[in-house]
């Protein structure tokens, strides 16, 4: 998608962004959203040999609003997984 993910914020989030959007509608909805994640963001559960991997079947059971450390507003939305689907990979 072009967005650099490792960059500070700079600016108010809000739920007219397309992205922000869709996942707020999908809460609202309860159906579920598939999980792909990418090697791009430092975190604990990206792929471990780069690359794209399916994570599975989430459920968004919250979104919100906040304000960052900046004074900036994130909005936040909180996935829990489908139960029923195979384990994930363990991460090391």
């Given at each position: 998608r072009g967005q650099?993910?490792?960059a500070?914020?700079?600016f108010h989030q809000d739920w007219?962004?397309?992205t922000n959007a869709s996942l707020k509608r999908?809460?609202?909805s309860g159906k579920p959203?598939?999980?792909i994640r990418g090697p791009?963001?430092?975190s604990?559960?990206?792929p471990k040999d780069g690359g794209f991997r399916y994570d599975g079947l989430y459920t968004v059971t919250n979104a919100y609003q906040r304000l960052n450390d900046k004074?900036?507003?994130q909005c936040v939305f909180q996935l829990t997984r489908c139960p029923g689907q195979p384990p994930l990979p363990t991460v090391k």
């Open positions: 650099n993910r490792s500070d914020q700079s007219s962004n397309l999908t809460h609202e959203v598939r999980v791009k963001v430092t604990q559960f990206r004074k900036l507003r």
